[in-house]
């Protein structure tokens, strides 16, 4: 019996599933991680794997802001303000949530089976891919056509950055 060989399309299909594993993984993580510096790892798992789909959905230079914003300045600056804040309590206080328990599986059983059914019954068309993703064209991009984008995100880590500053000032005797 004759077993084919993948091809770059299954290799590209697997690696696909991967950056949706990685995506969920991290996710699950960081809404279940007891301390603090776990629920930071899982985010910046979750926000590559993000990163990973955005790329394979021919978005190169949404995949590189995600990157450089998200992973690269906004875990960094709640990181810092982990470190400077007062050290956490080991219990968790109040009841369980609403959607914990049994409502909880049944909600993410239903939404799991409609994007599921979604997923399969809807026309899925290949495009072609836009730029070639190198860093020439992401700098051209970025200063011509992406500008006011460029522009915001200095904004958003300007932000970050100054937040970071604050905490860091007052200390964790605050």
């Not at 399969?120 to 200063?143: C, F, P, R, Y």
């Amino acid at each position: 019996m004759n077993v084919p060989l993948p091809n770059a399309d299954h290799l590209v299909g697997i690696v696909f599933l991967i950056m949706i594993g990685l995506t969920i993984t991290g996710g699950v993580i960081a809404c279940n991680a007891n301390r603090l510096v776990r629920a930071v790892a899982g985010l910046v798992v979750c926000f590559v794997g993000v990163a990973g789909l955005y790329y394979f959905l021919n978005s190169p230079f949404i995949a590189m802001m995600q990157m450089l914003i998200y992973v690269g300045a906004v875990a960094v600056t709640i990181s810092f303000a982990i470190m400077f804040a007062a050290p956490e309590e080991s219990k968790k206080h109040g009841p369980p949530g609403t959607l914990a328990g049994p409502f909880g599986l049944i909600t993410a059983g239903l939404l799991f089976g409609g994007f599921t059914l979604l997923a399969l019954k809807t026309d899925w068309q290949v495009h072609a891919k836009i730029n070639d993703g190198s860093v020439e064209t992401m700098g051209k991009l970025l200063l011509t056509e992406y500008a006011m984008v460029f522009e915001l995100i200095s904004i958003v880590l300007l932000t970050a950055i100054i937040g970071a500053l604050i905490i860091a000032r007052r200390g964790r005797s605050s």
